[in-house]
């Protein structure tokens, strides 16, 4: 994937830890995670950033001295110094009234300066067309397809997110883990060109045209790789998740 990544391409990888049940580490959560951060760093990745995914219907459960699961992890790694990573695709409302806002405009010495030395010039807060989202991505509770059946499966505002920043119009988006399609549904409104492996049949044949999974370039249009997104498939009582485990020890 390195190789055949564009200079200012992206990785994106949603993976979480669990609990090993067996071996030195049982009862204990194992840092596969963080070996793999690091292993992508060696061959080449830069790790540009760590996103929480908050999961406020967090499956509950007996989960033994600890709470329930209710964040992942999203790891965004660059193939070069200067990924493209577009904010204003992904800014969300400002907190502040319509007459604040207004307020602030008509305000000739916005500059305020904390106790610490720092300050900025608050006339210009509100000129972006919303706010920064914050690396903490709370998207929609539940996941949109209908009649997939995927114990692993993400919303479709998690991927969009990442599609819309990380990719630019154009640019092509593949998840190699596509499981329910969740990506390749929601990547061809977002950017032209999308593609994904292991997608369910039943994606491919839902919905109008705009949505439908495209696999490969759009004919007659070059489109460089410009985004890779993993979607990890553990979950509480996912078999592969258990397999994991076992195989970790």
Request: charged share 25%.
């Amino acid at each position: 994937m390195y190789d055949a990544t564009a200079e200012t391409g992206s990785l994106i990888v949603n993976i979480k830890t669990r609990v090993a049940n067996r071996g030195p580490l049982k009862g204990q959560r194992h840092p596969y995670v963080y070996e793999l951060v690091l292993a992508l760093q060696h061959m080449g990745w830069r790790w540009i950033e760590t996103y929480i995914w908050a999961k406020p219907n967090a499956v509950p459960g007996r989960f033994g001295p600890r709470t329930k699961d209710s964040f992942e992890y999203v790891y965004h790694f660059a193939r070069g110094p200067k990924p493209h990573f577009d904010l204003n695709t992904i800014r969300v409302p400002y907190k502040a009234t319509a007459g604040e806002i207004e307020r602030r405009k008509l305000d000739r010495n916005g500059r305020r300066n904390t106790e610490a030395g720092f300050g900025r010039d608050r006339t210009k807060t509100y000129l972006n067309g919303g706010a920064d989202p914050g690396n903490v991505v709370v998207p929609q509770t539940y996941n949109q397809h209908k009649g997939v059946a995927h114990t692993a499966a993400m919303p479709e505002g998690l991927a969009e997110f990442f599609v819309r920043a990380a990719s630019p119009a154009g640019g092509l988006v593949i998840d190699p883990f596509a499981g329910g399609g969740t990506t390749v549904v929601v990547a061809p409104p977002a950017r032209p060109s999308s593609w994904g492996d292991r997608t369910a049949q039943g994606l491919r044949d839902r919905g109008s045209a705009p949505n439908r999974p495209r696999r490969g370039r759009r004919p007659g249009r070059r489109a460089p790789r410009h985004g890779w997104l993993s979607h990890s498939a553990d979950r509480q009582g996912d078999s592969r998740s258990d397999q994991r485990g076992r195989d970790l020890g």
